[in-house]
Each structure stands twice: as structure tokens, then as C-alpha cells.
């Protein structure tokens, strides 16, 4: 098994024309994703990479029977193409957009909180269930199917992690890149709900960065309901407070939201934290180990 | 994107947010002028800067000058706002150098009865905009919220309705607020919430917000930032930028599309995507370095950002030795690999240069710098790549 997404997933692309689009639709084709079709309203007719194009996400449903989405449409339309595909009754939506405003989250938060959709992202690179199903940017290769759930509010600070899990033969079950913005669809604890309930997740590595406190909220839950062995890592133990470092979501505020408070409060759960980067790997093995 | 006090109290005027008069001054004669015109027999005198703490501040050039002063005649205001433009004010905010103050704003004096704290932000735990108001105003809030917390009211409210009435009720009758003040407070309350909304903030902060002996609440100070991403559905508020607010690297980082922030190290770092970015700044320090900066060149970096980047490093005089760390998901080990040979030409590197190189096209961006002839010190892995670039200043 795996979360979100598995062989049986049928991916449609909204904003398929574009650039970005038509490339990432191609890249996740060629891993193996089933790409169905795409969707740029007034280009309905046309194809990119041999995948239909129509106008609207519903009827992109209708003709394909696609059950999850990439999105790449530009900020300004990114909420109405994320409220588009939950109307359209689409169970995985994946918004890879970096930029949207915090407000239109609000909103979208809400609609889908009360729908049956699951939003990833946005500014996001998206989730993949190596072998099976990439929907995102990421790079397929490094990904090699097994054992260790991941999640992350950063894109190639993953991949680092995923690189070096790929490294010690431990593999992945599903990685999900949560988003780097103050207010995404689908949380930490979201995610860890459902790597403890997945039967091939053994182990699970949570990568977090300042700014917030999704990352002690986490922390809470898995001392709680979560018996599977935990890994994670903190980005941002020297980033100086009140400087935005990249993401929106990443800085610290009032003093709210250091590396260091993160990490006790990860300590405190029990789960095995690395002291660099370069360790995300070693603490999966470890925290596997003390399980015995 | 921070704005001035009196930028967002030209805001507040157009929402009808409730301010007192007041003008912009850019120099003493203005302000003097200002003054005669606010017409009263006292104002008060605030140099303009993005950085807070302006009323404990003192100038560099004149320490007996603080930087809000309270003056009683048009010639007192010239003084003052002689000593303040073209200055520099030092804050708790602003770091030893301090900030050039350019303009000065001179606003009426009022009756106070009493002093409050307020301030909207986007609350990421509930993913709605969150009203805060507390009864210590004046004082800085960080300490309240780590000693009294219970003293910091919040609500929640919904974008698309703004603050109810309701709500307004609820803090005034535990800030004890009655009758015409509470007239006020909801009015003010509910106007300010959707500014909030309307122009795209992620923070306004009003401290002191003030109750006057005539019952009104009005903002004394004001203190907005907006959401950059929000920027392209407001063009005129762009034009509210001081760029003269801004560390000049990173301005020009931002210009080419690049994420920047200047640190105090002397290890320059390149980097793709904001998270590994933090992370190569961690192992930088984890083995005893200490980074000169945070830099994302982004997920599609093409060779003129990157050539950019690495002249934005190097024009920090700090800088004696660079660690480029990639890790190719959209972005190519390729194009990388051709920026630094570009770059190598045309900035020429005086100071070592470590790569660490991962991802899309690694193979080939590898060989094209072996073959490049640059005195390259290539690393395999992140942790080699610290060491190296540490050591080679040791």
C-alpha cells in the first residue's frame, strides 16, 4: 500500500499548455504516472504530449475518470483552479504554484475542509509513491520504492532526504510535499494519520523549517497516536528572526517559531531528531533501531 | 512589503479608520509649516522608519534627539525635524548602524484616557485572519505575550463577513470599554479589519491604539505589512515602497527573481529551493562555519540568476569562500555547472569555490567542470561539502 496516490491514480493537469505544465505533465508520464489529460480553458481540442485537453475539470472527469489533479495555472487563478477540481469531485488535488495570496487560502482552506477532496500545497513539489505514481516535480529517479514515509514543508531539502533513505536501501513508501506557505491544504498531522494507518510505511521522517507551529502541533499528535518509529529534521537553526528566509511560512515572528523550540518539542515526543541535514538518513536508521 | 507610519495612515484615512491630523514632512521647513497648519498648540514630531522602538531611539548624529518627540511651536518642530532628516536613528530594531530617517510626520496631540495594543495578522494554526487586542498598550508586546498571555483577546473572523459586531462586544466587555467608547471601538474595529482584508495584509499593529477623554478610539501609531504574493492585485500600493528601507544585495537579488537575505558569516552560499537553503546554512555552522548569506536561486534558475547570484555574493567584501550546494529537481546540474563557468570568467573567483552537485544531469555538470580547468573543489555529499568549505579558511 501507500497514501494519496498508487498505481490506480488517473492525473489530469491543470494549466497543461503552459510551459511548466506541458514539462512536468511530460516528466511524470515518462515515471510512469497515469496522465489522462489536462485542462486550459479555450484550448479544448488540442493535445500535449497525446493527452486531450478540455476546457473545464469536470468534463476533463467525464471523458477520462481522473481522480487527481497537478495544478501549474498562475497565482492570481491557482484558488479557482483548486475550487474548480473540488467541484469537480477530484480526490487528490496537487497545487505545485508558488505565490498565492494568503487570503484566497483562506478561502480555499475552507471549502475543501468541507469536501472530500485532499489538497496538497500550494508552492509544493508535489507527492509521489515511487514505482507507482508521481504527481509533481520532484525527480523521479532518486525515489526507490520501501519503507519510509515522508513529508516535508521544503521541495529539495526532500530530496536530500529521500537520496540519502535511497542510499541505505530503506526506500520510500509515499513522500508528500506539504508547501512552504503560512496556510496549505494538508497538514503534518494529516499526513501522520495516515502513515500509521498504511501497512508498508514502517518508519516516518517529518522535515520541518522555523516559522509557525505545525512542527510542535506534530510533535503533540505523535506522542499521542502515532506507535510507528519517527525521524525529523529542522531546517533554520541559524536563520536570524524577522528575515523571511524563501518561503512565506519560513520566519520567525515575536520569537514564536525557532528551530530550537521545534526541535525539544520533537525530543519531548520521543522522536529522533538529526543534528544536520546530512544525518536525515542515519535518523530513520536510528529510530528504527531503537524499535528493535 | 513594510510600508511607513505615514503611508499607512493615508490607508487608514481612505477606510475610514479613525487617525488624528496629520502631515509628512521632508524637511524643516516643511515641517514647520506643518505645524502652523495642524493649527494647535502642541503636536507630535515622528521620524519615519520601517524599524520599531522609534521613541526610546536616539540619533547618531545628535544623541540628545529621540526619535518622537512631543513639540509646542513651529519652531520646535523645525529643530526637531532638523535633527532628524538625514540622520540616523538607532532602535532596538535597527542594529548599531541604525537607519537614514528621510522623512518626518507631524501629527495632532490628543487627550488620552487610556492606552491598548492591537494588531491583525493571518493565523497559520487556524487558517483564518485573527484580531488581537490587549490592555497593555504602549509597552512592547512580545514581553505580554510571553508573561500574561491571558492578557492578549483574540478573535477570529471570517474574511468574506469581517469582524462582527459581536465580537467587538465580546472584547470591550472584558477590556471594560463602555458606551460611546464602545460606539467607537466597533466602528474602528471592524473598519481595520477590512482594510485588512481588502488591501491583502499579513499584519497591521496599532500600538498605542488609544481611548481619548471624549470617548473615540483612534490608531496613534500604525504599522502595516502586506502579503508580496497579493502584490499584483494592487499596483498602487506598490508605489508605497521605500526602497531606501532595504539592504541593497538583497534588493537587487530580488530584482533578478532570486531569494536573498545577508547574514554576518564570511561563507557565502548558492543554493537551490529555501529549505535546503536553511539546511546548507545549518552544516555550515554545524561544523564550526558561519554563513554570509541565505540564497535560493529557485527550482527553474537559469544561468544569468545564477551569474547574478554569485556577483551578489561577491561583492560582500565578508565573503572568503563559496559553497554551492544543488540538488537538481527542475533545476540542472548542467545549468549550474555552466553559471559557475560563465561566472568564473566574468567575476573571476578569488576565494575557494566548493560544489556540491546532486540531481538532474549531475554526471554531466561534473564532467563539465573537471573539464573547465577551474579550481574547483568538488565534494560528494553535503557533510563533505561543509567540511571543505570550512577548512579551506581555516
Given amino acids: ?292 | 512589503m513594510k510600508i511607513h507610519e505615514y503611508q499607512a495612515k493615508e490607508l487608514f484615512r481612505s477606510f475610514q479608520v479613525p487617525i488624528l491630523q496629520g502631515f509628512v514632512a521632508r524637511t524643516a521647513q516643511e515641517a514647520a509649516d506643518a505645524y502652523r497648519k495642524l493649527g494647535g498648540d502642541l503636536a507630535v514630531i515622528k521620524a519615519q522608519l520601517h524599524a520599531g522602538g522609534r521613541g526610546k531611539g536616539t540619533f547618531i548624529e545628535v544623541p540628545t534627539q529621540r526619535g518622537v518627540q512631543l513639540v509646542r511651536s513651529a519652531e520646535d518642530a523645525s529643530v526637531a525635524a532638523k535633527n532628524m532628516i538625514g540622520n540616523r536613528l538607532v532602535t532596538v530594531q535597527t542594529g548599531t548602524a541604525g537607519s537614514m530617517v528621510n522623512q518626518v510626520y507631524l501629527e495632532q496631540g490628543c487627550k488620552i484616557a487610556r492606552e491598548l495594543y492591537l494588531a491583525v495578522v493571518v493565523d497559520r494554526a487556524e487558517k483564518l485572519p485573527l484580531l488581537m487586542v490587549s490592555s497593555e498598550g504602549g509597552v512592547e508586546i512580545e514581553k505580554v505575550a510571553a508573561e500574561t498571555p491571558e492578557k492578549i483577546l483574540r478573535e477570529h473572523f471570517d474574511p468574506a463577513h469581517g469582524l462582527m459586531s459581536y465580537q467587538v462586544r465580546k472584547l470591550c466587555k472584558k477590556l471594560n470599554i463602555q458606551g460611546n467608547a464602545a460606539k467607537s471601538a466597533d466602528f474602528f474595529m471592524r473598519k481595520l479589519c477590512e482594510l485588512f482584508v481588502r488591501l491583502d495584509c499579513s499584519m497591521a499593529e496599532i500600538n498605542p491604539l488609544v481611548i481619548t477623554e471624549d470617548d473615540k478610539m483612534i490608531a496613534l501609531d500604525a504599522k502595516i505589512t502586506f502579503d508580496d504574493n497579493a502584490m499584483f492585485r494592487h499596483p498602487d500600493l506598490k508605489e508605497l515602497r521605500d526602497i531606501h528601507e532595504e539592504e541593497p544585495a538583497e534588493l537587487r537579488a530580488a530584482n533578478s527573481g532570486l531569494s536573498f537575505v545577508k547574514l554576518d558569516g564570511n561563507i557565502g552560499c548558492l543554493v537551490n529551493g529555501a529549505g535546503l537553503a536553511m539546511a546548507t546554512m545549518d552544516i555550515i555552522k554545524y561544523h564550526g562555519g558561519a554563513p554570509a548569506n541565505f540564497l535560493d536561486v529557485g527550482g527553474g534558475a537559469n544561468t544569468q540568476q545564477v551569474t547574478e547570484a554569485f556577483r551578489i555574493i561577491l561583492a560582500d567584501p565578508n565573503v572568503k569562500a563559496i559553497l554551492v550546494n544543488i540538488f537538481g529537481g527542475i533545476a540542472r546540474c548542467t545549468t549550474i555547472a555552466q553559471a559557475i563557468i560563465d561566472a568564473s570568467k566574468e567575476v573571476g573567483f578569488e576565494v575557494p569555490l566548493v560544489v556540491r552537485l546532486e540531481g538532474t544531469e549531475v554526471e554531466e555538470g561534473k564532467k563539465m567542470l573537471r573539464e573547465s580547468g577551474l579550481a574547483i573543489i568538488s565534494a560528494d555529499d553535503l557533510t563533505d561539502a561543509a567540511k571543505k568549505v570550512v577548512a579551506s579558511i581555516a
Fill in chain 1, 1 to 292: 500500500m501507500s497514501i494519496f496516490v498508487n498505481s490506480d491514480t488517473r492525473v489530469i493537469c491543470q494549466g497543461i499548455t503552459g510551459k511548466a505544465g506541458a514539462f512536468h505533465t511530460k516528466g511524470c508520464k515518462e515515471y510512469g504516472t497515469k496522465m489522462v489529460g489536462g485542462v486550459t480553458p479555450g484550448k479544448s481540442g488540442e493535445t500535449v504530449e497525446g493527452l486531450p485537453v478540455f476546457d473545464t475539470v469536470e468534463e476533463a472527469v467525464k471523458q477520462t475518470g481522473a481522480n487527481a489533479t497537478m495544478i501549474f495555472v498562475p497565482p492570481p487563478f491557482t484558488a479557482d483552479a483548486i475550487l474548480e477540481a473540488v467541484d469537480a469531485g477530484i480526490e487528490v488535488i496537487c497545487a505545485i504554484t508558488e505565490g498565492v495570496p494568503v487570503i484566497d487560502m483562506v478561502h480555499v482552506y475552507d471549502v475543501v475542509k468541507r469536501s472530500k477532496s485532499v489538497l496538497i500545497g500550494p508552492n509544493c513539489p508535489g507527492v509521489i509513491t515511487p514505482g507507482q505514481c508521481k504527481i509533481g516535480i520532484m525527480p523521479g529517479y532518486i525515489h526507490q520504492p520501501g519503507k519510509v514515509g515522508i513529508m516535508s514543508r521544503s521541495g529539495t531539502l526532500t530530496y536530500e532526504a529521500v537520496w540519502q533513505t535511497s542510499n541505505l536501501k530503506l526506500g520510500q513508501s509515499t513522500c508528500v510535499g506539504l508547501g512552504g506557505d503560512p496556510i496549505v491544504g494538508t497538514s503534518f498531522i494529516d499526513v501522520f494519520e495516515r502513515f500509521q494507518q498504511d501497512d508498508q510505511t514502517e518508519v516516518i521522517l517529518m522535515i520541518g523549517e522555523i516559522g509557525g507551529d505545525a512542527e510542535e502541533k506534530a510533535a503533540e499528535y505523535v506522542r499521542n497516536h502515532v506507535t510507528k518509529p519517527v525521524a525529523a529534521f529542522i531546517a533554520g537553526r541559524t536563520a536570524p528572526p524577522g528575515k523571511r528566509m524563501g518561503h512565506a511560512g519560513a520566519i520567525i515572528t515575536g520569537g514564536k517559531g525557532t528551530a530550537a523550540e521545534k526541535v525539544s518539542a520533537l525530543e519531548a515526543a520521543g522522536i529522533v531528531v538529526a543534528p544536520s541535514p546530512a544525518e536525515m538518513g542515519q535518523a530513520v536508521a536510528e529510530a528504527l533501531r531503537r524499535r528493535g
